[in-house]
């Protein structure tokens, strides 16, 4: 998710050669977040990357309930972070939730993700891996069928909202740009505008469960 993402278009007088909204931040910066559904509509709580060796207090004070902090040098996702994920978030919440075993987990293939510990692990909990096939990801994966698309629409909603607040507080110094610390809460936002019906949805269309 870009922390500074395109605004779309602005408006301004006619004749005016140059107009400009500046960004409060850095426009190429991401944050990774790895999002997980299954086929009746329920929604993870998802894992949030972060470029560091040891996260600050700061931000692990202010991620939402529930939420995962994920670890990395890059910020990218790294295999140790996934295994961290599944074996520490994604398997109690199937447990949690009383799921039968086994279950299918659908991946996008991605090799850096993937390890010999995980997938002992994973048929220790009988939690059955399928990587989804290469360039194929637009027709089988739901979540690029008919999640993400929305999802990232929410975002630059709630990056667009954030704006519209700093400028009705532009004289005050402290007015807040999006960052590191405070992304968790800001993409809650977001995340919890995904419907039932949509992750439904894009599992019916993918024909992954009909």
């Known amino acids: 998710?870009?922390?500074?993402?395109?605004?779309?278009?602005?408006?301004?007088?006619?004749?005016?050669?140059?107009?400009?909204?500046?960004?409060?931040?850095s426009e190429k910066e991401c944050i990774t977040v790895l999002c997980t559904f299954s086929a009746d509509g329920y929604k993870f709580p998802p894992m949030i990357m972060f470029p560091y060796k040891r996260i600050p207090k700061l931000i692990a004070s202010t991620l939402p309930?529930?939420?995962v902090m994920g670890r990395s040098v890059s910020?990218?996702?790294v295999s140790p972070a996934f295994f961290e994920y599944i074996a520490n978030s994604l398997y109690h919440n199937l447990v949690q939730r009383q799921v039968k075993f086994p279950v299918l987990l659908f991946l996008d293939g991605h090799k850096g993700q993937l390890s010999l510990e995980l997938s002992e692990y994973?048929?220790?909990?009988?939690?059955?891996?399928?990587?989804?096939?290469?360039?194929a990801t637009?027709?089988?994966?739901?979540?690029?069928?008919?999640?993400?698309?929305?999802?990232k629409s929410f975002w630059k909603n709630v990056v667009r909202e954030n704006k519209k607040?700093?400028?009705?507080?532009?004289?005050?110094?402290?007015?807040?740009?999006?960052?590191?610390s405070n992304f968790g809460t800001l993409f809650k936002k977001a995340f919890d505008n995904i419907t039932i019906e949509s992750i439904i949805n894009s599992f019916r269309v993918c024909g992954l469960y009909p």
């Open 1 to 25: 998710m870009q922390t500074c993402s395109v605004s779309g278009k602005l408006l301004c007088p006619k004749k005016m050669p140059d107009f400009y909204e500046i960004c409060g931040g």
């Open 65 to 67: 309930v529930n939420y």
């Open 75 to 77: 910020g990218w996702m």
């Open 122 to 135: 994973c048929v220790k909990k009988e939690i059955h891996i399928f990587c989804l096939p290469p360039k």
């Open 138 to 151: 637009h027709i089988l994966q739901p979540c690029d069928v008919s999640i993400f698309k929305p999802l």
């Open 165 to 180: 607040d700093n400028d009705e507080e532009r004289f005050n110094r402290h007015a807040k740009i999006i960052t590191k």
